[in-house]
């Protein structure tokens, strides 16, 4: 994440594959609903103790690692190719694109 908007993404993904609402987080964190909306809409950044509450509650952990390990992480899998066969495909003999 990069931006303030990439962060609100992801807190609000995290949100919607939870299904829960922006009153219920708030309640589970102790941040107004206001906030909350705001920090999910990307217009307010959170401090720190407010992201983490919010991230740990979603199921998310606030990580820092080094710039260069970040760009690692955010670069498409796509692009990479797979690398792995799954059990089940090795037990049905299929091959995907790209290994060999």
Do not use: C, Y
């Amino acid at each position: 994440m990069k931006t303030l908007a990439n962060f609100a993404d992801t807190l609000s993904e995290a949100k919607r594959s939870r299904k829960i609402t922006a009153k219920e987080l708030a309640q589970r964190t102790g941040l107004s609903a206001l906030a909350v909306r705001q920090i999910l809409s990307g217009t307010s950044a959170p401090r720190i103790t407010n992201a983490m509450a919010l991230a740990q509650e979603l199921g998310l952990e606030l990580v820092l690692v080094p710039t260069v390990v970040a760009d690692g992480l955010e670069r498409p899998l796509k692009k990479l190719g797979r690398t792995v066969v799954t059990d089940i495909e090795m037990m049905l003999g299929v091959r995907p694109d790209g290994i060999d």
